[in-house]
């Protein structure tokens, strides 16, 4: 379970810390499919927000 949040949360912010990276990366290398599947939902929750955003946008332009 740490992994996970581990791996969620360098997706997201991208700490730049030696130790972090070098976990991030053990991790990347044992569980490649943990990796793929968190990648892939991070990046289905950036690509709604975006749409919200840009149809918020629109709206305010009305």
Do not use: C, F, H, Y
């Amino acid at each position: 379970m740490a992994d996970l949040l581990l791996l969620e949360a360098w997706e997201r912010l991208r700490p730049m810390r030696l130790g972090v990276m070098l976990r991030v990366r053990q991790i990347r290398k044992a569980s490649p499919d943990l990796t793929a599947d968190i990648e892939a939902e991070l990046g289905a929750t950036s690509r709604m927000l975006a749409s919200r955003r840009s149809s918020v946008s629109r709206e305010n332009d009305d």
